[in-house]
Each structure stands twice: as structure tokens, then as C-alpha cells.
């Protein structure tokens, strides 16, 4: 149990509810807090997203804002104050660069009530600075005023502590993975390589990313092409756009993506920057897949040692070791992905991850 004695709310603070890696994150926390007896809410900046109907299910209460222009920026600190007045949480944590400004100055204008804590959420690391570069810098100007701010990464700490972020506290947690939704299916396996016209003999990659620089589809892609050996599934927002070689074929968004990694054999990460702790490359270790990642964000510690860890930008590097992977004895294969499994099992589970927010929370002074 919590050492939360009344069963006073968390509040969230996040950009939307789509389904992406800090969205995922959310949803296993919430999950995790609201089955000991912590009651959740979680306001999102932007209207539906599939996963607030799953986070409604888990009995989460969902409010969404949708701030357009300054005017309805305005209006919807004004909505989050009064919320947070009305609420009384013990703790208001932001995720995300837009959820922890407006979190902050919310909070500010709720009166800064001392026994609600303000936390901030970093999830990611290096960033490109024409698209985020404003954001970052008023981050680091108000990074005083949370009482800890959490990175799900050890990069993305160092990162913004060297773009000026000096908050009075920092802790790192990592993120928590659902082993059961994310394992070895055979029946699934099965199922989902008829559907895709894909035979048991063939070595499959997946690589599960929107499509945004930081994740290298165009590297991604280079690799793929000099690699006819290996058959590519592409899962995420924007695949379908691509121009692929013959041996790869884009999914899009899917929301059954445990499926599209059971049906596989290994699970590449080609980000070039940008990536804090990668929930893809995570869940299809969780899988059972072999992993291919760059060297970017903290997929050293995921992997450590296993699989392969290459240098970003490298499509030569990336294609060399999805040969290697192709060329191994299946059962060798299928050894070192339980081997990843296991490391995910056993390092970076949902319920560690509740337990180390909460840790983090009661340490900078959240009070029930």
C-alpha cells in the first residue's frame, strides 16, 4: 500500500492521449496507483485520443482541454486552477514540455497551495531545437519551481541540465513496461503472419516509431533496402506515406501493436537523437525479440550487452547487424530474445515504476 494515508488524487497534467511512449507511461502509472486505492485524474491539452477511453475504463477521470491561441491558452490555465483548487491533489505532475508548463504556472495561479506538490516529466533527451527550442528554454527558466522533476531516462537528465534546467530536485525513473501485454505468443504469432501474408520461415524486423526525424525512418529504410534477407513491418503514424523497398511494408498507427511484435523476430530502434528511454525498443524485448538499437537515449542500459547497440546515422552499421540477426540459427535467435525478455521482466516492470514515483513524490514532500 502507499504510504498516502487518505485517499487524496494524483492530478496529470499531458499534451494529449495518443499513443505514444509518454501516453503509454501514463496509462501503466495510472493503472498501477489507481489499483492502490490512489484516485487519478488526468487532464490532456488536446480533445479524445485513444487512450482516454482506457484510461475512463481503469475508472481514471479524464478532463479535456483544448487551449487554441492565447485567448484559450488563458482559459484553459484558468480551468486547470480552478481544478486544482477544487481537487486538492496531493501531487500535480506534468508530462511532457506543454504539460509541465502549463502545470506550473496552474499551479501558480491556484495559489501555489503548499500541500500540493508540483512535479514535472522529462521524456526525452537531445531535441531538435528549430521545433522545441522555445519551449525548452521558458522549461528551464521555471525548472525551480517544481519540487522534483522526473526523467524517464539518464540522457534526458544530462541533457536539460545542460540546456540551463537547475530544478531543486531531479531524480531519474525509467519506464515500466507491461510484461504482459507485451510477450512471446505463439498463437498470435501464428495468426497475425497468415494475416500478413508473411511465412514461418521468414525473418521479420519491427520498428514501431511515428514518423519524425529523431526516429531515422529515411536511415531505417537505407538499411532495409540493402538488406532483401529481412522482411520489415513499420508500425506508426505517418508509415504509410513512406516509400519503402519491396522487403518492408508500413502498418500505420495500430493499436494491437503486441500482436505486430509477437509476429516478429527482432525489434529495431534507429533514432538518430531525441529518444530518452524507448518504450519501443522496451516492449519488443518484453516480446521476446531480438534488439537492434542506436546508441541514443539510454539503449545501452536496456539492452546491456545484449543484442546489438550500433552509432546513429550509420545505415551501412544498421544493415550489417540485421544480416547478422538474419543469418543466425533461429533457435540461437530465439535464445538471446527470451534473454531480452527477461532483462525487461526483470529491470523495468510497472509496478517498480509506481513505486519509485511515489518514492520520488514522498521525498520532495507530497503529504496526504
Not at 499513443?19 to 507511461?25: S, V
Request: proline share 6%; with cysteine; net charge positive.
Amino acid at each position: 500500500m502507499s504510504d498516502f494515508a487518505a485517499p487524496r488524487p494524483i492530478l496529470h497534467v499531458i499534451s494529449g492521449l495518443r499513443t505514444g511512449g509518454a501516453e503509454t507511461m501514463l496509462v501503466a502509472l495510472c493503472r498501477a496507483l489507481q489499483a492502490r486505492g490512489l484516485p487519478q485524474h488526468v487532464v490532456s491539452l488536446t480533445p479524445d485520443g485513444p487512450n482516454a477511453p482506457v484510461l475512463e475504463a481503469l475508472g481514471v477521470r479524464v478532463h479535456a482541454f483544448a487551449p487554441r491561441g492565447l485567448p484559450g491558452a488563458g482559459m484553459s490555465l484558468l480551468r486547470l486552477a480552478r481544478l486544482i483548487r477544487r481537487l486538492r491533489p496531493a501531487v500535480v505532475q506534468g508530462w511532457l514540455y506543454h504539460g509541465d508548463l502549463f502545470s506550473a504556472l496552474a499551479h501558480r495561479l491556484a495559489g501555489a497551495p503548499r500541500d500540493t506538490l508540483l512535479a514535472w516529466g522529462l521524456r526525452n533527451s537531445d531535441i531538435d531545437h528549430a521545433r522545441y527550442g522555445r519551449l525548452l528554454r521558458v522549461g528551464a527558466r521555471l525548472s525551480p519551481w517544481p519540487g522534483v522533476v522526473i526523467s524517464n531516462s539518464r540522457a534526458g537528465a544530462d541533457f536539460h541540465r545542460a540546456q540551463g534546467y537547475r530544478p531543486r530536485r531531479m531524480t531519474v525513473i525509467s519506464n515500466g513496461i507491461d510484461t504482459a501485454r507485451f510477450r512471446p505468443d505463439p498463437a498470435a504469432r501464428a495468426a497475425c503472419r497468415a494475416e500478413l501474408g508473411l511465412a514461418d520461415r521468414d525473418v521479420v524486423a519491427v520498428h514501431a516509431a511515428r514518423v519524425d526525424p529523431m526516429k531515422d525512418h529515411a536511415g531505417l529504410i537505407a538499411a532495409a533496402a540493402r538488406t532483401p534477407e529481412v522482411r520489415f513491418l513499420l508500425v506508426g503514424a505517418g508509415t504509410e506515406a513512406l516509400v519503402l523497398p519491396a522487403n518492408a511494408r508500413a502498418l500505420g498507427r495500430r493499436d494491437d501493436v503486441e500482436r505486430i511484435y509477437a509476429a516478429g523476430d527482432v525489434v529495431v530502434s534507429s533514432s538518430a537523437f531525441g529518444e530518452g528511454f524507448s518504450n519501443a525498443l522496451a516492449e519488443g524485448m518484453a516480446a521476446g525479440l531480438l534488439p537492434v538499437a542506436t546508441r541514443v537515449g539510454d539503449s545501452a542500459l536496456i539492452l546491456d550487452g545484449l543484442g546489438h547497440l550500433l552509432e546513429p546515422g550509420r545505415p551501412d552499421a544498421l544493415a550489417a547487424a540485421l544480416r547478422g540477426a538474419a543469418a543466425q540459427d533461429s533457435g540461437a535467435r530465439r535464445a538471446e530474445g527470451l534473454a531480452a525478455r527477461a532483462r525487461i521482466v526483470g529491470a523495468f516492470g510497472p509496478e517498480a515504476m509506481a513505486e519509485r514515483f511515489l518514492a520520488a513524490w514522498r521525498e520532495a514532500g507530497a503529504t496526504p
